[in-house]
């Protein structure tokens, strides 16, 4: 895959982690194709979200954070001295684990991001969240009520908004760090439709523990896997999903999906 | 025993000890609201001038001197306070530094107001020759507040989840703009209660007010530069100093008077923390 380069959208190589002098993630390597999804599978605490959040450097947050290796969008190392920060998390965006909409109403919401970037006048910023709130499919359901505080929708609901959050910073990466894990059956599916859809314009990761979610929304599949408790996490296998979830060439991949661990 | 008795014998033995506070309480305020709310609610008390030989004297100028006393210090020692607990919250990294100046603050809270007046005393009457106003007053009751004031704002700020903060710099915002238009605004209700308590020390603290605000005046003060006569100062001034006959009606009026007020101020704060907490979750 990684002599495909024009269709990678984020490239890792060699990516070493650390967390002070914990070791978290040794030897990534990992492409992420355009307008595709991707997804991270693995047991817990294996290092799927830290790898996630090395991809729009909210691992800076962590003091003693440190990366090896390089990271690129584009073909562009965004880890290198000087790289714009702010601007990299305007590209790649991220939906959390837990839906965290700010206490905000829920133009406020959507509108926070565009304000960021100084838009001030009020129908381009009526378009926007119009706009950002049917690509996120949650339009009709708040269309009545957009000066309603945010966080007294439903959780399903709520992600949705974190989600048109996100759009309307018009981003080209959107990260899901375990989006579905905090919400019911029918808001999941109806993120995942939401995905299916997104992915026309958007390169999108999806971190998921749920094996179902990952073989039905994505295109590749890497599966992660800290071998021993203490070492750092690693990537055992990465490939079409199709592939990976009916002939697995590694035994301890067969091993998870067949749900024999983890 | 078996475990249903005891636990009904526990929650009447918790209920009487609360009931003991409640009633410690309620003694005090209908005491002082006993001796002293006539006399507070009439007007030629509550607005009159005070008179330093014959009795009838009000306590109008000194409502005032308290009113102006509070505004004037949190004026100084809310912007000071919340900032230093933002830098402390939201920007310092733990450390030596950070742990230097919670040991700072810490010992600050804990010395007494008197030690507190004689310092203002000495910088504002005698180093910088002033003489005594509310000016020097609210500086010296700020330092008095510094540490509660931003002791608590800090715990406001950390009661933030930290979600928010991670949504807002996902999204390309900075640090500081996502404590302007995020975190501040969260933690504005919490912050806003937290100055309750200062709020009320401040209109009681009488050492500060005899040593640098004054125990007497005649007219209502309208500069900061000018002397002025807190209420908790004046009540002392009353009982121990003055000559007027009916000194003991004007001391329990005055302190009537200052926990009507005590009341107000808390009930006002807590609606606008409560106004604040609305505003914020429906925009703006």
């Known amino acids: 895959m990684s002599d495909n380069n024009d269709r990678n959208k984020m490239q890792v190589s060699n990516l070493n982690m650390y967390y002070g002098d914990f070791k978290a993630l040794e030897d990534i390597t990992i492409d992420f194709a355009s307008c595709c999804i991707t997804a991270l599978i693995g047991p817990s605490g294996c290092g799927k979200s830290t790898l996630v959040r090395c991809l729009n450097r909210m691992n800076d947050l962590i003091e003693d954070s440190r990366v090896e290796g390089s990271i690129t969008l584009d073909g562009e190392d965004i880890n290198r001295p000087g790289y714009d920060v702010i601007s990299l998390r305007r590209r790649v965006g991220m939906v959390f684990q837990r839906p965290n909409p700010f206490p905000k109403s829920i133009y406020e919401n959507v509108a926070y991001g565009p304000r960021l970037v100084g838009i001030k006048d009020k129908e381009e910023l009526d378009y926007i969240v119009e706009d950002s709130l049917k690509k996120a499919a949650l339009w009709d359901e708040v269309k009545k009520n957009l000066n309603e505080s945010g966080q007294r929708l439903s959780g399903g609901q709520q992600q949705r908004l974190c989600i048109a959050r996100v759009i309307a910073v018009q981003p080209e990466v959107i990260l899901f760090d375990e989006p579905c894990s905090a919400i019911d059956p029918i808001s999941t599916q109806k993120i995942e439709d939401l995905m299916a859809e997104l992915k026309k314009n958007y390169t999108m990761v999806i971190v998921t523990h749920n094996m179902q979610q990952a073989a039905r929304v994505s295109d590749y599949t890497a599966f992660m896997l800290v071998e021993e408790q203490g070492e750092p996490g690693r990537i055992v296998e990465f490939g079409e999903t199709n592939t990976m979830f009916t002939n697995p060439s590694d035994k301890r991949t067969e091993n998870y999906i067949t749900g024999r661990f983890g | ?223 900061p530069f000018s002397p002025a006569a807190p209420l908790a100062g004046y009540i002392w001034y009353v009982q121990s100093e003055a000559i007027v006959p009916d000194y003991r009606a004007i001391v329990n009026g005055g302190a009537a008077v200052l926990l009507v007020l005590i009341f107000l101020i808390n009930f006002g704060t807590r609606r606008l923390a409560k106004y604040y907490s609305k505003r914020k979750s429906l925009g703006g």
Do not use: H, Q
């Open chain 2, 1 to 223: 025993m078996d475990a249903r008795k005891t636990d009904r014998m526990a929650s009447a033995v918790f209920w009487f000890i609360g009931c003991i506070a409640l009633g410690i309480l309620a003694f005090i305020v209908v005491e002082i609201l006993g001796r002293g709310l006539i006399k507070a609610f009439t007007p030629s008390f509550f607005a009159g001038k005070p008179r330093a030989l014959s009795e009838g004297g009000g306590i109008g100028p000194m409502i005032v001197s308290t009113i102006y006393l509070v505004f004037l210090t949190m004026l100084i020692s809310f912007p000071v306070s919340v900032g230093a607990a933002v830098y402390l919250a939201e920007f310092a990294r733990e450390g030596r530094f950070t742990r230097f100046i919670r040991f700072c603050l810490d010992s600050l809270g804990t010395v007494p107001s008197i030690v507190f007046a004689i310092f203002g005393m000495t910088m504002f009457m005698f180093y910088l020759n002033w003489r005594t106003c509310l000016l020097a007053g609210a500086l010296t009751m700020a330092l008095l507040n510094l540490p509660v004031l931003l002791r608590s704002a800090e715990e406001a700020l950390r009661l933030v989840p930290d979600t928010y903060r991670e949504a807002s710099m996902s999204l390309g915002a900075d640090r500081w703009t996502t404590v302007k238009k995020v975190v501040l605004p969260t933690a504005m209700p919490g912050i806003i209660t937290g100055t309750i308590l200062p709020l009320g020390r401040i209109m009681g603290e009488s050492a500060v007010v005899i040593f640098t605000v004054g125990v007497f005046v005649r007219a209502i003060p309208i500069s």
